[in-house]
């Protein structure tokens, strides 16, 4: 008993460890993202991705990167952007970008993991998306995707009320008196949206990392095998261990950290990044969305998308000399804290993130509740107004568009899904 307690107050020390370690880098990058929803426009997006060209993969790309890094929200933003009209290629790129190309998540791999992480996030994330088209163009299942689009959702919606700033360009919008008003619930609501994954991730870390034997991992992930065999069975299991973690968007990395100081190739760490979208409860709102049929289909696409653009990050990184050692001293580095340059920026972007609480606290949005899942939420807004909670107008793609009745209280939908 006394062994087991004293391994649960390490992983607890090591779990706040990691959080302490990313914590200013967290509030940064969610602020950037918020100032982002706030400040940029992007109304016309959905109406200009109802076909899969490469343009409106493109704008459905950098849609997603402007966009919070919620898985949840994702999912539901790129089922409202397919179920009004949107190909299904665009809709699915927008939730790749919106969960790999964000700044938050580059941030926290950087301190985390370092640059070359980093690197492979971002540029994995177009790569991601490249073969994602080209399966679903070899794929493409025309009576499914009908089906999926006007399949008969179940739960209904939690919804918020919001706008983008009003105003002649950028820095205009930025003066506005409500633009800080603004950013600053756009950031609690990201927070209230992504808090429980991020603690999950550092906990389910800190725990695995304390109780699970070096030696189990290294047989697990095949270390001192021919790298022949290694890298695309650790490629191959990455996403299965994301699947059964549960863990989603970045509340994934300090989990991708322990494993890469067991001995997981860099391949198998790609691919259990880029997996956040597969875990078990966003395969269920997936089915909820289209149908089981559907969300199979997702399933395998997104599953052989992630191996394959793990392998190939993990063949151009070693080629290029970028493959990092694995640092077999992280869980140390994790519960060294000491009064350095970290300290000082958490102190000062934690008292940034509680002026933004202070500011969401006494200017509360207007909203209304639905019964459902707490992260499905359905659109329901005018011209003007449409900020959904763990949805739709959290993301500028949704922002400010033309109205879009809740999924669950209507199926009219535009037919084609413009493929070629």
């Not at 994330?125 to 490249?130: C, E, F, S, T």
């Not at 163009?137 to 009908?146: I, N």
């Not at 008003?181 to 994954?197: C, E, G, H, V």
Request: proline residues 4%; contains cysteine.
């Amino acid at each position: 008993m006394h062994h087991f307690l004293t391994n649960a107050g390490h992983a607890l020390f090591m779990a706040f460890g990691m959080f302490w370690k990313t914590g200013w880098s967290l509030v940064l990058g969610f602020t950037i993202s918020a100032a982002l929803q706030a400040l940029v426009p992007t109304d016309a997006i959905r109406r200009m991705l109802g076909r899969d060209g490469a343009k409106e993969i493109a704008i459905a790309t950098i849609a997603g990167t402007l966009s919070s890094s919620c898985s949840y929200a994702s999912a539901a933003v790129s089922r409202t952007l397919f179920k009004k009209g949107a190909a299904l290629i665009p809709s699915l790129s927008f939730l790749f970008a919106s969960t790999n190309l964000v700044i938050e998540l580059g941030l926290i791999l950087y301190f985390l993991m370092g640059w070359e992480f980093t690197a492979a996030e971002w540029i994995g994330g177009v790569v991601l998306i490249a073969v994602m088209a080209v399966l679903v163009r070899l794929t493409y299942p025309k009576r499914l995707v009908e089906e999926a689009r006007h399949h008969r959702e179940q739960g209904g919606s939690h919804e918020h009320s919001g706008m983008v700033v009003e105003g002649n360009g950028f820095w205009d919008r930025l003066r506005k008196p409500e633009a800080r008003i603004r950013i600053a619930q756009n950031f609690a609501m990201d927070w209230s949206m992504l808090w429980k994954d991020l603690i999950g991730g550092f906990l389910i870390a800190g725990f695995l990392a304390a109780f699970v034997p070096d030696g189990i991992w290294e047989a697990l992930f095949l270390k001192g095998a021919s790298p022949w065999v290694q890298t695309p069975l650790n490629a191959l299991l990455g996403p299965v261990i994301a699947v059964v973690t549960f863990v989603c968007s970045i509340g994934n990395v300090p989990m991708a950290a322990v494993l890469w100081g067991a001995g997981i190739s860099f391949g198998g760490v790609l691919s259990f990044l880029y997996a956040d979208l597969i875990v078990l409860p966003l395969l269920d709102v997936y089915r909820r969305y289209y149908g089981w049929r559907m969300a199979a289909y997702i399933f395998a696409v997104f599953y052989a998308t992630m191996v394959i653009a793990a392998l190939v990050m993990d063949l151009a990184f070693t080629a290029l000399g970028w493959v990092p050692q694995p640092n077999p001293n992280i869980r140390a580095e994790m519960v060294d804290l000491r009064i350095d340059y970290t300290f000082w920026l958490n102190i000062l972007f934690g008292t940034l993130a509680a002026y933004f609480a202070y500011l969401n606290w006494k200017n509360p949005k207007m909203h209304h509740h639905g019964a459902g899942h707490e992260h499905a939420a359905a659109a329901a807004h005018d011209g003007r107004h449409g900020h959904v909670h763990h949805g739709e107008a959290a993301h500028p793609a949704y922002a400010a568009g033309k109205p879009a009745e809740s999924a669950a209280a209507t199926h009219h939908h535009d037919s084609g899904d413009g493929h070629a």
